[in-house]
């Protein structure tokens, strides 16, 4: 009976991810007019995409360490409780923020691209800091030691050693991110006000506005096959300057 069940629920879940292929069949056969997003869309989308996913991990890496290292389960657990409160509340919480920054500084962030990196970093910092804690946490002193030991510097011992042993944690943390990104629809249309303009947000539009649900699917068909072949060459490009 659980096998028949397991069975069951595997099928379903595999025909829903197939179902929006569905719509290529559409078109081939000349149902209707394919809305493809503009290129500077898709370059906006994964320029964000790899801001926020490498701006996560520089700021996530150094608390990831120190946690790692000497950190508490209270320090732990004040800086993943962000992953309890919803993206649109964060959203709006930095809209708050954002305008107290303008009014002391002048620096108008709601609208800009520069608002809605500094979101998309809020939302999916504890995400970097879960999967480079883990990779930090495991790594050995015994190397370390020995590369202490040898005459190596902390600095040095950390950047030859620890850092590259890392590798694995850094390389997962930014693919996680990355993905999630592609798709994030909160907060550009929040924070962006719909100035600045997403894959997400494109796909969102073609949905629930244009209720163009063919389009949609090819569109959302054509952002995952983009994001497997960004995420194939990222990793290819950082395992290449790990040691």
Request: hydrophobic share 60%.
């Given at each position: 009976?659980?096998?028949?069940?397991?069975?069951?629920?595997?099928?379903?879940?595999l025909l829903l991810f197939y179902v929006p292929?569905?719509?290529?069949?559409?078109?081939?056969a000349g149902g209707g007019e394919l809305r493809l997003p503009s290129?500077?869309?898709?370059?906006?989308?994964?320029?964000?995409?790899?801001?926020?996913?490498?701006?996560?991990?520089?700021?996530?890496?150094?608390a990831a360490y120190y946690l790692a290292k000497r950190g508490s389960e209270l320090e732990f657990a004040l800086l993943?409780?962000?992953?309890?409160?919803?993206?649109?509340?964060?959203?709006?919480?930095?809209?708050?923020?954002?305008?107290?920054?303008?009014?002391?500084?002048?620096?108008?962030?709601?609208?800009?691209?520069?608002?809605?990196l500094v979101g998309m970093v809020y939302e999916y910092l504890p995400?970097?800091?879960?999967?480079?804690?883990?990779?930090?946490?495991?790594?050995?002193?015994?190397?370390v030691n020995a590369a202490r030991v040898l005459g190596a510097g902390r600095l040095q011992a950390f950047l030859r050693v620890e850092l590259p042993l890392t590798m694995p944690g850094i390389v997962a943390a930014f693919i996680l991110i990355f993905l999630f990104a592609m798709g994030e629809v909160i907060m550009p249309a929040v924070l962006g006000a719909w100035k600045v303009y997403t894959f997400g947000s494109y796909v969102w539009d073609l949905y629930f506005k244009a209720r163009d649900i063919f389009s949609g699917s090819v569109v959302s068909i054509l952002l995952t096959g983009l994001s497997l072949l960004a995420t194939y060459v990222v990793v290819r490009t950082i395992?290449?300057?790990s040691i």
């Open positions: 009976m659980i096998r028949e069940v397991a069975l069951a629920a595997f099928a379903s879940v292929f569905l719509a290529l069949g559409y078109y081939i290129p500077s869309l898709v370059l906006t989308t994964f320029g964000l995409a790899a801001l926020t996913a490498a701006v996560s991990i520089a700021v996530a890496y150094p993943i409780a962000p992953l309890w409160v919803g993206t649109l509340l964060k959203a709006y919480s930095l809209l708050v923020l954002f305008a107290i920054v303008e009014r002391f500084t002048g620096v108008a962030l709601w609208g800009s691209a520069l608002g809605v995400y970097a800091l879960l999967t480079l804690y883990a990779a930090v946490e495991k790594v050995s002193e015994t190397p395992r290449s300057f």
